[in-house]
């Protein structure tokens, strides 16, 4: 997808060993539409050569102040202006620190500083050693650099080159272009807390067999990425899929319906809009047996019998906080057929003001989905599209529609 179409990105390197990862990042920007840009400190160029970021980048990689190039001989101020954004990974401790200090020995530093701060945002990702990433002396600079204007990225935990393990690790090249595309999109969600469920329920028989549905979980884990994006706060209630967990977002996960339940209502309790796409099993077997359930030779086969399951969203759409308005909350329906009348009868009997209605065997497992919205004034439809595109329509629906939802 092309998210970040139209942005130019000055992609800055500074002298750590995960300027490997770098090379990625910036094929990534690419492939998501951006120009990009990339200079490079001259430690930086200890540990990946230019002509590999030019290959990648497609333009000629800029290093020095002196750079006899640019007509005006000033990089440092013909690079940032052409910026949306000025992009350091990695950002090393070194590097950190010379920012904290407004240093301008190099080109990278020099541009740093000459960019016009309240037109060209300065995103920083850290790489560092654990240790030198828990010194005083970092997370004192790091404070100030952000106190200064700068977006701190954060950084991942585990395994690092120096053969230690803790924080400090540049986060992954995906993660990094999922933060930028959040960091441009547009805030229609700001202050809002966003609660979503997502995925299927599994209902177990025994220790090892259980009940359970072909929900992905990826319309539910799109939403709450693209809640994330439009700068709500997100807690994603996730049923057992295996997708990685959108930046930025709570994740609590859960198996069966009734788990689902208890999650859901101790985080609906301060949310202030809910989106219930989890696939939750309408039944779960009337009891669970302690033990694997075993043949026994004769031919037999067990009878099951089931339990109703509680209904999430129609429990938390009766809640005190929906019902004083506090609480939005948007159902999804899953149909075969008829689709329009089935979305408006659910909405009605759930007592929700929006209700999304998709063909269930159309988008289970799919990386696209087509929508219809059904509140009171009627029915939208959005056409069929990645579900990531879908889902920040929806958010775009539902921010739409809270101003007059209140009142
Ligand atoms: N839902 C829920 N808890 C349940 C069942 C459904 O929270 N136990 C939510 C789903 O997340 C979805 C919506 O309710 O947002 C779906 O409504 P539902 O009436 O369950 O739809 P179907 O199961 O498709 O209903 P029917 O069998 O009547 O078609």
């Given at each position: 997808m092309q998210d970040l179409a139209g942005k130019h990105i000055v992609l800055g390197l500074t002298g750590g060993i995960a300027c490997y990862k770098s090379a990625e990042l910036c094929r990534l920007f690419v492939k998501a539409g951006a120009t990009v840009q990339v200079v490079m400190t001259e430690a930086a160029e200890q540990f990946i050569t230019p002509v590999t970021m030019q290959a990648l980048s497609g333009r000629t990689v800029y290093t020095s102040?002196?750079?006899?190039?640019?007509p005006n001989n000033m990089p440092h101020i013909n690079l940032s202006r052409e910026a949306d954004a000025i992009v350091l990974a990695p950002c090393s401790a070194d590097f950190i620190a010379r920012l904290v200090q407004g240093r301008s020995d190099d080109l990278l530093s020099l541009m740093c500083l000459a960019r016009p701060m309240d037109r060209i945002p300065l995103l920083i990702a850290p790489a560092m050693n654990r240790e030198m990433w828990a010194h005083p002396a970092t997370q004192r600079n790091l404070m100030q650099v952000a106190a200064d204007g700068a977006t701190v990225l954060g950084v991942g935990n585990g395994w690092q080159a120096c053969g230690e393990t803790g924080d400090?690790?540049?986060?992954e090249p995906a993660q990094l272009l999922e933060d930028v595309t959040a960091f441009f999109s547009?805030?229609?969600?700001?202050g809002q807390k966003v609660l979503v469920t997502a995925g299927p329920t599994f209902e177990a028989l025994d220790p090892i067999r259980g009940i359970t549905n072909h929900s992905s979980g990826k319309m539910g884990f799109a939403i709450a990425r693209a809640a994330r994006e439009a700068g709500a706060d997100v807690t994603l209630v996730a049923g057992p899929v295996h997708l990685p967990t959108p930046r930025g977002v709570a994740r609590v996960d859960v198996l069966s319906a009734q788990d689902m339940l208890e999650a859901t209502t101790r985080a609906a309790q301060s949310a202030s809009i809910f989106v219930a796409t989890a696939a939750v099993a309408d039944w779960r077997p009337a009891t669970q047996s302690n033990q694997k359930i075993k043949?026994?030779?004769?031919g037999r086969t067990p009878v099951l019998n089931f339990t109703e399951n509680p209904d999430i969203l129609l429990a938390v759409a009766k809640s005190e906080r929906a019902r004083s308005k506090k609480l939005f909350c948007v159902g999804f329906a899953a149909e075969s057929e008829n689709l329009a009348e089935h979305a408006k009868a659910k909405r009605e009997r759930k007592g929700i003001p929006l209700l999304v209605g998709n063909i269930g065997p159309l988008t289970f497992g799919q990386d696209d989905n087509a929508l219809l919205l059904v509140d009171a004034n009627g029915v939208r439809e959005l056409p069929r599209a990645p579900k990531l595109t879908l889902a920040r329509e929806l958010m775009t629906e539902i921010a739409a529609r809270l101003p007059d939802w209140r009142v």
């Open positions: 102040q002196w750079d006899t190039r640019e400090g690790r540049m986060l547009p805030k229609l969600l700001a043949k026994d030779g004769s």
